[in-house]
């Protein structure tokens, strides 16, 4: 199968869940699209959804807790120049939608007589990718069966040294379904699976506790969490925990910093990625406005956003506009070509939509966000990055980091990390800090490694006080100069 040709079920499937079931159909939605250009609004969309969710968690040997939730809604949007009017019922039902249009109506009132957009006659259908299995992942294992998973896992990790003392496991799984009907009469669909293990890891010695942290997932169902999927994961985490145990406090000072391929590539998500997006880019107040054609970084790096790789936990067949995703390249070698946009920043910015139109549910307003955001991987080996360095720090993993998108500076903790002595890695420290700017930082850049890498399927964006779910990744990289914060 090819994995983006396109689906012809998720419709059927999705007006079979969210229309049929609720004695609702397309004639229906298109009465209320024109309710709402009473007031000749330029566009509108309405967003139905229903999502299934639920979560198992280990600790101490014992299933502490298991949730499940259904959430179900429509939220109706307008938009009039550059005012948005939204509303959201929690409800799928004739009146929900009449009550949620009525409301964006009255709101779009400050806009009327100033557009003169029309609805379409019909509803014609878009057509998404083929990136995953419209499966539910909820179903596809049983409750006995979920919790001998994360029994597995503890029994796994208890066997790897004598030192682990305790194992935290969580299991969570998702199936979303979506229906997009737009104003200009686009009607588009999507079924949405996504599953996601984490491994916690407490290892002790001489008194001393630290904690190593894996896991992964991404658009399948539990089938994918394979013995030796887990394995890996447990492997990872007891291997992170007991790297602490020895590791020895950072130093600080400006240095060079290796960056490990894979999630470190988190670092540029935040550092980078948001000031990409089109909406800080079309107000002016990300550190990357205006700069399109201009050299943001050193020679080699390129930087793309794809939404179409196949089952990655960032992917979508269609983004939350009804749009066919895609991957867009922010930056080529170094030259910024790009920004990621939704349909209202691209329409007042005068460029192409990118697919990059991200919510958080049906209650939430759609906005420009990342999907799978990654650097492109170069010509030099690994090991000829670390053998380069004289003096510096070899960051593997990351934990928490946060960044100021108008001037791009950042601060991100590593969770491993490693002295770089003489070209070779030496002793594992820990309380390392990288602290930096963004654009400055991409200019520092001066060896990339040929091991691209995405990460395991773990990443969780923020963003307005909305979150959904991305990919990350990146291969080796060297960067010259770059402060540490350390604990000496």
């Known amino acids: 199968m090819n994995m983006i040709e396109p689906n012809l079920c998720h ?13 609702l159909d397309e004639s229906i939605l298109l009465r209320t699209l024109n309710e709402i250009f009473f007031h000749r609004v330029d566009y509108a969309d309405l967003y139905l959804q229903i999502t299934r969710s639920e979560t198992w968690s280990l ?11 259904i959430d179900q809604g429509v939220g109706v949007r307008a938009i009039v120049g550059q005012h948005t009017a ?28 100033k557009a003169y957009a029309r609805v379409a006659g019909v509803l014609h259908s878009n057509v998404g990718h083929n990136l995953y299995q419209p499966t539910d992942p909820l179903n596809s294992l049983d409750a006995n069966a979920k919790v001998a998973l994360l029994e597995r896992i503890e029994k796994i990790a208890h066997s790897k040294d004598p030192r682990v003392t305790q194992v935290i496991a969580s299991l969570s799984g998702e199936y979303d379904v979506i229906l997009v009907a737009r104003s200009d009469g686009a009607l ?7 599953v996601r293990m984490s491994v916690t890891v407490i290892a002790e010695q001489n008194q001393r506790r630290e904690m190593g942290t894996s896991g992964g ?16 994961y447990v492997d990872s985490a007891v291997h992170a925990a007991l790297v602490n145990l020895e590791a020895l406090p950072a130093p600080a000072g400006t240095m060079t910093v290796v960056l490990g391929p894979g999630w470190p590539g988190v670092l540029l998500h935040e550092a980078i990625g948001h000031g990409l997006e089109g909406d800080f880019n079309r107000k002016g107040s990300s ?40 991957c867009t390249t922010l930056i080529e070698d170094g030259i910024l070509t790009g920004y990621m946009q939704d349909t209202l920043n691209a329409r007042l910015m005068k460029t192409k939509v990118t697919g990059n139109a991200r919510r958080e549910s049906y209650a939430a307003l759609p906005m420009p966000r990342m999907t799978n ?16 360095v004289n003096h510096g ?18 601060v991100f903790s590593t969770s491993e990390a490693y002295m770089i002595e003489n070209g070779k890695i030496s002793y594992p420290v820990k309380g390392a800090t990288l602290v930096g700017n963004g654009p400055e930082s991409l200019k520092y850049i001066s060896m990339i490694g040929n091991n691209m890498s995405l990460d395991t399927g773990v990443g969780v964006c923020g963003k307005e006080g909305q979150t959904v779910p991305v990919g990350v990744g990146q291969p080796t990289l060297r960067i010259d100069r770059i402060t540490v914060g350390g604990t000496i």
């Open 11 to 23: 419709l059927s499937t999705a007006k079979d869940l969210l229309l049929t079931h609720y004695g």
């Open 59 to 69: 600790e101490e040997g014992i299933v502490k807790s298991g949730s499940f939730s």
């Open 373 to 388: 955001t990654y650097m492109l991987g170069g010509n030099q080996d690994p090991d000829e990055i670390i053998a380069s």
């Open 287 to 326: 550190a990357f406005s205006g700069r399109i054609g201009e050299r943001v970084a050193a020679h080699g790096v390129t930087v793309v956003d794809n939404g179409t790789l196949a089952n990655r936990r960032g992917s979508l067949n269609i983004d939350d506009e009804g749009n066919l995703t895609q």
């Open 217 to 232: 997932g991404g658009r399948y169902d539990y089938a994918y969490f394979t013995e030796e999927v887990i394995t890996n």
């Open 86 to 113: 939204f509303a959201y019922y929690d409800d799928l039902s004739l009146q929900a939608l009449a009550q949620a249009a009525q409301a964006t109506r009255s709101i779009a009132q400050v806009g009327s007589g």
């Open 393 to 410: 720090l070899y960051a593997v993993n990351f934990g928490g980091g946060q960044v100021d998108i108008t001037n791009g500076k950042f």
């Open 188 to 194: 588009a669909a999507d079924l949405r699976p996504l």
